[in-house]
């Protein structure tokens, strides 16, 4: 299990905490992660995954605290992370790429191009192998990021805004694809689409100014705002609903 407890997060100049005290797990299945520009989801999902420390608070995988070189070894062998800016060399062909992280990861020689493969395919981009970053659309190239994530089936799975820049029907299949790896792993997914987080089903965090204002399932959320789970308007007043009571909570 990956926990936060009183984690917050002071970055040097800023006038408040990009994170705020936030003490939460990530459970098994799909969690969407919400909340506007600036509200500290990539700051939270780079602590999460290890790549960066909070100022406060712990940050534990299976029991072990993650500032810890042990701690984020044993988390990497489980994690597949794309972050919020995901960069490779642009002149290496999509399958090189993929084969260097899988190295990267660990993932035996002898499976590693089968893996390579595999999560080509399952992003639509089975043909692409050979294909130089360079020349693949935005689209493709965020599909790339994805498939790299998937590498050696992590049981944990941190995806800041994996849809970002995707038409309607590739979002579609990279959503598909994530409800599918839910099945077996921990997921978190950032958005800004309420419609996506209607779509993923499960559970959401909706994170305000730094501080998470709720935890709970999509059909809690849209209860909130006075409807189902599948009524993006119930969720939109749901979420409107949250920050209004803490608001008056203060
Ligand atoms: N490296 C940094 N140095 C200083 N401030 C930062 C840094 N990274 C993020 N911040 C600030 O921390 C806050 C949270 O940013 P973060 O990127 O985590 O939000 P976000 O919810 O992912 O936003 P978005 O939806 O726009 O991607 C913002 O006020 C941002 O300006």
Same mark, same amino acid.
Request: glycine content about 14%; overall charge neutral.
């Given at each position: ?23 939460? +797990?990530?459970?098994?299945? !799909?969690?969407?992660? !919400? ?48 972050? +919020? ?6 002149? $290496?062909?999509?399958?090189? !790429? ?27 981009? $089975? ?19 994805? $498939? ?80 189902? $789970? ?6 939109? +007043? ?13």
């Amino acid at each position: 299990m990956l926990r936060l407890d009183g984690v917050s997060r002071r970055y040097i100049g800023a006038e408040r905490a990009a994170l705020d005290s936030v003490s939460w +797990q990530l459970r098994p299945g !799909v969690t969407g992660l !919400v909340g506007s520009n600036g509200a500290g989801k990539s700051t939270l999902m780079r602590i999460l995954t290890g790549s960066d420390a909070p100022s406060e608070g712990t940050v534990e995988w299976a029991g072990l605290d993650l500032a810890s070189a042990s701690g984020r070894t044993a988390l990497h062998r489980e994690l597949g992370y794309l972050p +919020q800016e995901f960069t490779v060399d642009r002149g $290496a062909r999509c399958g090189d !790429v993929l084969a260097y992280i899988a190295w990267l990861k660990e993932i035996p020689r002898a499976d590693s191009a089968g893996e390579v493969d595999r999560v080509l395919g399952a992003v639509g981009l $089975a043909d692409r192998r050979r294909t130089r970053v360079s020349s693949l659309s935005g689209g493709m190239r965020q599909r790339l990021g994805v $498939a790299q994530a998937l590498l050696g089936r992590p049981t944990v799975l941190v995806l800041d805004e994996p849809t970002a820049g995707l038409d309607p029907r590739q979002r579609r299949i990279v959503r598909d694809l994530l409800v599918q790896e839910a099945r077996r792993a921990s997921v978190l997914v950032s958005t800004h689409l309420i419609e996506e987080v209607a779509a993923l089903g499960g559970q959401v965090a909706l994170l305000d100014e730094g501080r998470l204002r709720f935890t709970g399932s999509v059909a809690e959320l849209a209860g909130r705002g006075g409807g189902t $789970a599948d009524s993006v308007g119930a969720l939109e +007043q749901g979420i409107w609903a949250v920050l209004d009571e803490t608001e008056v909570d203060g």
